[in-house]
């Protein structure tokens, strides 16, 4: 729903551990908090992330402090959004190795970085937030393009995000149902490099 009730909204409002603007975590960022900081982290975290899931149809939320504490997520980052004292919205990101499809048959082994959730809270949406909350992550994985980012099960919405404000359109679908653009094909070599370098962790502080 494009809305949220006074409760959901209450779920939302910024733990003092939460900067204004936008911030990146880690789990083990998440682990050096105490433990009542890091419990009001949850609270707000996973109730965006459940309104992600909501949004995507999708029957569990792919995005809480408990999976992005565990090992399985190591390596991921959460990009957080915080406005008017409220979470706004989130953003994950971490490395995966996967096998690409080619249209013409070829295999392609790739270690990329992938955009695995999105989300901003039901409320705020068309107020240019996802747009501020990519582009920050953008920046601070040092990624030049969207093209060499690979993108988990994109929603129809997402697709049309990525269209309007990156050109991204023409891909070969895959089995496993991750998108990368064909764009990301005409990336030099030093630039996919880069990439995986900020796949496996070397991303700038944020600021």
Not at 10 to 22: D, S, W
Not at 35 to 59: H, N, P, Y
Not at 66 to 83: D, M, T, V
């Amino acid at each position: 729903p494009p809305w949220l009730s006074s409760r959901a909204m209450e779920a939302l409002r910024r733990p003092t551990c939460l900067p204004t603007g936008v911030s990146v975590w880690t789990g083990a960022e998440v682990e050096a908090l105490c433990a009542e900081e890091r419990e009001a982290l949850s609270v707000c975290v996973d109730s965006l992330g459940a309104a992600s899931a909501d949004a995507q149809q999708l029957k569990q939320a792919l995005t809480s402090v408990a999976k992005l504490r565990s090992p399985s997520q190591r390596g991921h980052r959460l990009y957080l959004l915080c406005l008017d004292e409220r979470l706004a919205g989130l953003l994950r990101v971490g490395p995966k190795h996967l096998f690409y499809y080619s249209g013409g048959g070829e295999i392609v082994e790739m270690d990329i970085l992938c955009v695995l959730d999105i989300c901003v809270a039901p409320g705020l949406w068309r107020r240019g937030l996802g747009k501020l909350l990519f582009s920050e992550m953008l920046a601070s994985e040092n990624v030049p393009d969207a093209a060499c980012l690979a993108y988990d099960r994109p929603s129809p919405k997402m697709m049309s995000f990525l269209c309007k404000h990156y050109g991204l359109k023409e891909f070969a679908e895959q089995p496993n149902r991750f998108v990368v653009f064909d764009r990301y094909f005409g990336q030099k070599e030093g630039e996919k490099e880069a990439l995986l370098g900020s796949a496996l962790g070397l991303h700038k502080e944020h600021v």
